[in-house]
């Protein structure tokens, strides 16, 4: 059985800022719909950032005029939190207007198992810090969900853990440490302890990028309204991944996407340390090793 998911992110609903069109929001969301209800997918995933947040009067607001935009999609709907979400808004608030829990969840449809991995995606900004947390404890569900599984995985989150360059990206170009979470590699270790393959699948970056680290294939999907690469027009990004013994992701609108590859189990040789660290080659430098 091929597993056909339907993806949107970070749809920014709420006024134009930057380079998000969220003046777009609602209009795309009812395409989406469209999009969705006529592809016939198992579910949808929303990868959060639902809004570009002011307060949590406006937030709230905002929320619900989403949470109400995905009311005709026919097929059952998992929603993630991203940091726009959690500037204003606790997980609890975000639960009760989109009706269903936000904690970090699993289940297992067509020989897969979706891992809803809702690590806490709150930029935090005080005593000095800015940006994201990687909380231990959504650290620990994680590994232990990897090491536990009998079946490949797709781990969904908001915030990707790939570590992926930003080279040309409007918003991390200049400031990748808020790309990723801070000790992304530990997450990458945690994903490394599968005995099945892996893929994984996540927003906020706002573009379409593939990156396999250690044979794990790490997908981000394009902002439903983004315009930094769609010359001021918003992106219109919607998404079709199906699963099965070939993976198959499309992303259509002015930003489209077609991607294809098999998931593989095998990983790759560790990283050389720097070379300055490295007792081999300290020793040539001193003519001790030839």
Not at 38 to 60: M, N
Not at 266 to 277: C, G, L, N
Request: charged share 20%; proline share 5%; aromatic share 8%.
């Amino acid at each position: 059985m091929t597993v056909r998911i339907a993806v949107v992110a970070d749809i920014h609903h709420g006024k134009p800022s930057a380079t998000k069109r969220g003046d777009t929001a609602l209009s795309l969301l009812k395409e989406f719909a469209d999009f969705s209800n006529t592809a016939q997918p198992d579910f949808v995933l929303d990868l959060g950032d639902r809004i570009s947040d002011e307060s949590r009067e406006t937030d709230l607001v905002l929320e619900r005029e989403v949470a109400e935009a995905f009311q005709p999609l026919e097929a059952p709907i998992h929603h993630i939190n991203g940091n726009h979400d959690r500037d204003h808004l606790e997980v609890s608030d975000n639960e009760e207007i989109l009706g269903q829990s936000l904690q970090n969840d699993t289940f297992d449809i067509g020989g897969w198992r979706i891992v809803l991995w809702r690590a806490d995606s709150k930029i935090l900004r005080s005593d000095g810090h800015s940006g994201f947390v990687l909380r231990e404890a959504d650290l620990l569900w994680l590994s232990r969900v990897v090491q536990n599984a009998d079946r490949p995985l797709l781990v969904v989150s908001h915030v990707p853990v790939s570590g992926h360059a930003q080279t040309g990206n409007y918003y991390f170009q200049n400031n990748s440490s808020a790309s990723t979470y801070p000790m992304a590699e530990r997450a990458r270790a945690a994903l490394a302890q599968a005995n099945h393959p892996v893929v994984c699948l996540a927003g906020h970056v706002h573009w379409n990028t593939v990156t396999t680290v250690d044979s794990i294939t790490h997908l981000t999907q394009q902002s439903l309204t983004e315009s930094f690469t769609t010359q001021g027009e918003p992106a219109g990004a919607f998404g079709l991944l199906e699963l099965g013994e070939t993976v198959t992701w499309g992303v259509e609108g002015r930003d489209p996407m077609t991607f294809s590859f098999k998931p593989a189990l095998s990983r790759w040789t560790p990283p050389m340390p720097e070379f300055s660290r490295h007792p081999e080659f300290a020793a040539r430098r001193k003519g001790q090793l030839t």
